[in-house]
């Protein structure tokens, strides 16, 4: 079996969409599932531990980068493809590489209605199932029929009604939590054939919702906190009177556009000063109303010394 092509002390930091992260020591982005098993081989033999990246738009990346291998999972393993069922409905099956917004653009140019959510979220298929993203009122769980993954060097497939998908989780991110690397292979969708006018109208506008609403030309994670129960983050941010808010100079602000988004300007902000700044969001924001929020953005490598 060829070795894989793992490279050395790789700045994360273009591939965060925060535009933060030092190096990781070793980085690989696999051209296949065979190169997938070297790197985690590789890992074993030199004792390493694993960080699996999709687009890196949900993270928040240590200015001390990350000491151990990094495997990004990107577009050479992001095939899509589909077929129908006996079921009248159409199965589109998606590489943990494919760019969520790939994926809906490509259901929606085959008339498949269901995945127009999808089409303005910045992430990977891979990360888009393990945080079970969604907007609009409509979430992966809601298309999802399995995923393919990698646990313990073997393969396996799961049904989508066994994969935990909860509010922004899912049964991946609580392997992780507890300290587990799945590696999520590919997602199989399911979808019916609707009105392809209407569905591709439907992309139009809620793209141009985002536009209007989120500071989209500047670094960031998107949201920062997840929604409290009862309540909007942003608002409460708001209400905090710390829309547009920054602590210092560093770049780190919450956006004047959106309060739920810390925005990282020119890209000049280390983790660190955007981490002071989304610590303190919610210490005022407790302080004024009780509430805790909770990050929805993930810390990845080490952070003053804690992880
Ligand atoms: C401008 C902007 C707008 C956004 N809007 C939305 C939105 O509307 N809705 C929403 O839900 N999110 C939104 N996000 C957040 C983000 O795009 C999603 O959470 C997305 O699903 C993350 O995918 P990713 O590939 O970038 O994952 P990453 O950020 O790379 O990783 C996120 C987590 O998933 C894990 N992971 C990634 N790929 C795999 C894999 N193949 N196997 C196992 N684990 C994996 C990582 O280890 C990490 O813990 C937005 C972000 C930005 C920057």
Redesign the pocket.
Known sequence: MPEPSILENVRLAPY???RTGGPARYFIEPSGEDELLGAFRFAEEKGLEV?????????LISDKGFDGLVIR?GKLMGGISSETGDDGLTYVTAG??CL?SRFGNFCADMGLEGAE?AC?????????????????GR?IKDVAVSVR?LENNEIKEMDASSCGFGY?TSV??KK?ENGE?????SMKAALPKGDKDKILAYCAELKQK?TSS???DVP????TFKRPEGHFAAKLIEDSGLKGFALDDSGAQVSPKHAG?VVNNNGTASAEDILRLIDYISGKVFEDSGVRLEK?V?L?GEFGGKR
Request: with cysteine.
């Open positions: 965060s969409t925060f960080f699996i990246l999709g687009n890196g738009s949900n993270c999972i943990a590489g969520l959510f303005g979220i910045p992430g990977t298929v891979g990360g888009a199932v393990f945080m079970n993203a969604g907007a609009y979430e993954y922004r991946f991110a992780a690397t799945p590696v999520i292979l985002r989120q500071p989209l960031s994670a998107g949201s988004f929805e993930r990845v």
